[in-house]
């Protein structure tokens, strides 16, 4: 891959009931190339809709690929890849670095109202399945829309130049935990 592509990768941290989320451009030779940031709800519905405002307000045509940090930040706020590549025309990955069973057990578990846990797994079940991926010396988990697995392995690999995490989500989940720990040093400042 050229030095210069670029991908926005996506990562949160959150306390309480909002989440942050951080976005992060870099370039495939690991330049942080830009940043863009958003909220959403812990337990809520809005997560895809803030990660299509994030890109519509980066507005970057460099961008050529989207890697979310999971599919389900902020305690369930499930991630529709197929209506974020939709929105944004960009190829879209959510990497996970743990197998798992999957969560659908953990949905029904988190949720009381059964319309809440219908809609959650309805948006869950739709997702491509995950494939794994070895990055150097450690396995992630990847679920792609807008490109198959052998292109979204190789997207992956060139944007990871250690360990298991690819940088622009590496960068994001960075970004995303000074946020909350500013957010928190601001609120305690302000007491």
């Known amino acids: 891959m050229k030095a210069g592509v670029r991908a ?6 959150y306390r309480d009931r909002t989440s942050h989320l951080a976005g992060t451009v870099v370039r495939a030779s690991r330049v942080v190339d830009g ?8 337990g809520g519905s809005d ?5 299509c405002a994030m890109v519509d307000r980066l507005a970057r ?7 979310l940090a999971g599919i389900a930040p902020a305690w369930f706020n499930v991630l529709d890849l197929h209506e974020i590549h939709r929105h944004t025309g960009l190829p879209t990955l959510s990497v996970t670095f743990e ?9 029904r578990e988190a949720f009381e109202d059964p319309e809440t846990v219908a809609d959650r797994l309805d948006t869950y079940r739709r997702q491509p399945q995950r494939h794994p991926v070895t990055v150097t010396d450690e396995t992630v988990y990847v679920r792609a829309v807008g ?17 298991g995490r690819p940088e622009p989500l590496r960068v994001a989940r960075l970004a995303a935990r000074g946020l909350v720990d500013a957010d928190t040093t601001g609120e305690s400042a302000r007491e």
């Not at 926005?8 to 941290?13: C, H, Q, R, T």
């Not at 997560?47 to 990660?51: D, E, L, S």
């Not at 197998?99 to 949905?107: C, F, V």
């Open 147 to 163: 490109l198959d697995d052998a292109a979204a392995a190789d997207v992956v690999r060139a944007f990871t130049p250690e360990g």
């Open 61 to 67: 045509e460099d961008v050529r690929y989207l890697l």
């Open 99 to 107: 197998d798992s069973p999957g969560l659908e057990s953990a949905i």
């Open 35 to 42: 940043f863009v940031f958003d909220i959403c709800t812990v």
């Open 8 to 13: 926005l990768g996506v990562a949160e941290s």
């Open 47 to 51: 997560a895809t809709a803030a990660v």
